[in-house]
């Protein structure tokens, strides 16, 4: 019996290594075709006041989720960032015959949850309580009462954890992030602060919710033991009075990301670790064709514990326990940004592995290994949500709200499965841009400027607050009694006192200098009120500026460009010789922004905002009253460049003191002026400023 059992046994056994020995392991199998993924159907209807309804049936649980959602489009909230959000917690605290008390008795008593937000409400509760769970829900969000002493519960509790977060790094990081990706001038970029949440009151929040919380930008999820028809009856009955009404679309400018990389810096002194983050907004809209293979060339990046970031940062390395990028699509903007935490000592070095890795990306292609075990991880992750039945519901809201083919999600692993290697390094160069970052970092200044400044172009860093509003970490207190008045007073007195001034009716300045190597010459004649004729002389280019005071020109590289109405505006308000005295007339307003050390010495900053709207900073030396530094922020079509210009070596000319020289800054180029000569009251003719 024995043996007779034991001969097949053997047979297996040679079979079976018969088997294994025609398998060649050196080459990987070829990848199958995409897995079919049968998704959960689901039913749809609206109501005659616009609200959408999708409906999930789920009989394995005896329970039913109703997911509301406002689908408006963003709002700015300025100086009272956080209403919108105190709104949506108003819901919840009272209706005109409910209060607080009585919903929180009612929900306990039937074992459900109800939550509210800004843009929506959810709740859930066993198949046996939908009734009553809904005649909650629709009081909430059809009559809600809003309260004096409620809010001001909710705004106690918004500053207690403005406060906690003050503390916390990772919090400070994605603020400032929202800040300066988007601008304090978006909704996507403003934040709560206390004096914010200070400002709110009820009128605010009422008037939000009479103006958003529509039915007809609305839709409701509805998924768990229920059928279309019962979910129709229902929804007719507690909805169908939601009153409709025309409801705003607010549009903003689409931000870009920085013409150069630009190092932005939250200098905290506690800090033992950098909280760094490398950035930018995108153009990404949830309906492009670019979200599918962009999320596979992310997940390679940085999305996933194997990417190349993580690997680098974390395993070959040691900088950090985690480290990884994420690329986001938006109806409205979207963002890609890289994210770690690492020792101060490390800080530099992380940054330039980032950008390291940033750039392979884009000059090398992925392998078709690489490729596939990205695809099969991402159709894993793909498949496992989908045992949430509460996916198939959000899956038909985003078709509904985006736009989405109505396959898009049925051949979501086919479309991923056929993403190639040529369309990963198309998306990356569209989407990977390695110049063009804001890199930003929470940590301890001391320990790590000196490494960040090699990063920025001009080797410049820019200093945020917690909050993302920009400082000058150098401004000191300004000293009681000292106005913008004074300082410009002392200033005039400095150079000669304004009898002294107001004598010169013309001047002459001829200066030299170099730049990369060139030698320059400069010529500027000015004559008052307002005239100007310039000569810059490179020798392989010349430029001239000519304005008479009404109208001007700029001509060189043999091309001629007219002044346009702003800069003629601009121009009367520098072009003149007394600027300091005619202020009013010309329109120029003068704030004391601070003080700052200029080269060494103490000195109070005066921002001059023309009638434009353009600004210059100016920095007068606290003890001896001369101007010290000029800053502009110039316009031009290749972007904003901002050019500092440094004045030293006053020297008296006819009673009147001007500077020798002179330092100009723009970019990462340096030009030193020394002033050859100085010539007034020459009597300067006015056909020297003609335009012709």
Not at 423 to 452: A, F, H, M, R, W
Not at 660 to 688: A, M, R, W, Y
Request: glycine share 8%; hydrophobic share 35%; net charge neutral.
């Amino acid at each position: 019996m024995k043996n007779r059992i034991s001969i097949p046994i053997v047979l297996l056994l040679f079979i079976t290594g018969l088997s294994f020995a025609q398998i060649d392991r050196s080459v990987r199998p070829k990848a199958g075709p995409a897995p079919e993924i049968k998704l959960g159907k689901y039913d749809s209807f609206s109501l005659k006041n616009g609200l959408k309804v999708f409906v999930v049936e789920n009989h394995k649980l005896p329970r039913v989720a109703f997911d509301l959602v406002v689908d408006r489009t963003p709002i700015l909230k300025g100086d009272s960032a956080g209403y919108t959000e105190a709104a949506g917690e108003l819901l919840r605290t009272g209706t005109k015959t409910r209060n607080k008390d009585k919903i929180d008795e009612e929900i306990d008593f039937i074992g459900a949850s109800l939550s509210t937000s800004s843009t929506g409400v959810y709740a859930v509760s066993l198949k046996k309580h939908v009734n009553k769970l809904l005649d909650i829900m629709s009081d909430v969000v059809i009559n809600p009462l809003f309260k004096q002493d409620e809010l001001d519960k909710i705004k106690k509790q918004m500053l207690s954890s403005l406060a906690a977060a003050k503390d916390d790094p990772n919090a400070i990081s994605g603020r400032v992030r929202n800040a300066l990706f988007y601008g304090k001038d978006h909704p996507y970029g403003e934040s709560m602060t206390e004096e914010s949440v200070n400002k709110i009151n009820l009128e605010m929040c009422k008037n939000y919710y009479e103006t958003y919380f529509r039915p007809n930008i609305s839709y409701l999820a509805i998924v768990g033991d229920i059928n279309k028809a019962e979910a129709q009856k229902l929804v007719e009955k507690y909805f169908g009075k939601w009153k409709k009404g025309d409801v705003p679309v607010n549009t903003f400018p689409t931000p870009k990301p920085p013409l150069v990389n630009k190092v932005e810096l939250v200098d905290r002194a506690n800090s033992v670790q950098s909280v760094i983050t490398i950035g930018y907004p995108i153009e990404l809209p949830k309906a492009s064709e670019d979200v599918i293979p962009a999320s596979v060339m992310n997940t390679i990046l940085g999305g996933s514990f194997l990417s190349r970031i993580n690997n680098n940062l974390r395993e070959k390395h040691g900088y950090t326990y985690g480290a990884g990028s994420s690329i986001n699509s938006d109806k409205y903007v979207g963002s890609f940004y890289v994210s770690t935490k690492v020792r101060n000592v490390v800080t530099d070095s992380a940054i330039t592995e980032i950008f390291n890795e940033l750039r392979k990306m884009r000059n090398t292609k992925v392998t078709e290994d690489e490729l596939q075990t990205t695809k099969n991880y991402m159709t894993g992750s793909f498949a496992r949500s989908l045992e949430n039945p509460q996916t198939i519901a959000n899956f038909a809201i985003n078709i509904a709200r985006y736009n989405l083919p109505p396959d898009y999600y049925k051949n979501y692993l086919k479309n991923l499965n056929s993403v190639t290697v040529d369309q990963i390094s198309s998306v990356t160069e569209k989407y990977i841009k390695p110049s063009n970052c804001n890199i930003i970092v929470v940590g301890k200044g001391d320990e790590i400027t000196n490494g960040l400044k090699k990063f920025s172009l001009s080797g410049k860093i820019d200093y945020y607050d917690i909050y993302g509003n920009k400082y000058d970490p150098s401004l000191s207190k300004i000293p009681e009694g000292v106005t913008a008045e004074t300082v410009l007073n002392k200033y005039i007195e400095a150079i000669g006192g304004k009898e002294n001034v107001l004598k010169v009716n013309d001047k002459t300045t001829k200066l030299s200098g170099s730049v990369q190597g060139m030698n320059l010459t400069l010529t500027i004649y000015q004559k008052e009120p307002n005239k100007l004729y310039q000569v810059l002389d490179a020798g392989v280019f010349k430029q001239e500026t000519i304005f008479n005071g009404e109208k001007g020109k700029i001509t060189g590289m043999g091309q001629m460009t007219e002044m346009s109405p702003e800069q003629v505006e601009k121009m009367k308000a520098e072009s003149s010789l007394h600027w300091f005295l005619d202020l009013d007339k010309m329109g120029v307003k003068k704030d004391l922004a601070g003080m700052e050390t200029i080269n060494g010495k103490n000195a109070y900053k005066i921002t001059f905002t023309m009638p434009d709207g353009g600004k210059i900073v100016r920095d007068f030396d606290a003890e001896s009253g001369y101007l010290l530094r000029e800053v502009n922020t110039m316009d031009t079509p290749q972007g904003s460049f901002t050019q500092t210009l440094d004045f030293g070596d006053y020297r008296d000319v006819q009673g009147v003191k001007y500077p020798f020289k002179l330092t100009q800054n723009v970019g990462p180029n340096t030009i030193d002026l020394t002033v050859n000569s100085i010539e007034i009251n020459t009597g300067l003719k006015d056909d020297l400023f003609e335009v012709k």
